[in-house]
């Protein structure tokens, strides 16, 4: 669990800085979940093969499900963006 906050205050700090986002529209199947975080697109996209890769900042990581300890995509991309409310 503390991974995931580790990663989600990684992200927001990259956006914080100013860092811009670039969309990925590779035309795949992928499910993704996404929200807008200082105006910047964050998302979660499911691999199909047990991985998620996350995108914010022009930057992605690549994550197990296990990694997500529980967590669906949906509650994972609503707490990263549950910080914008913290950030002034």
């Not at 979940?33 to 691999?47: A, F, H, M, T």
């Amino acid at each position: 669990m503390f991974k995931k906050c580790i990663l989600g205050i990684s992200i927001v700090a990259a956006m914080a800085l100013g860092f811009s986002s670039c969309s990925d529209d590779d035309g795949d199947d992928r499910i993704c979940e996404s929200c807008d975080l200082q105006g910047q697109n964050v998302e979660i996209c499911d691999n199909g093969d047990g991985t998620y890769t996350i995108s914010a900042a022009g930057q992605s990581e690549t994550i197990t499900e296990e990694e997500l300890e529980g967590v669906t995509p949906e509650e994972y991309i609503d707490l990263i963006c549950s910080f914008d409310d913290f950030i002034l």
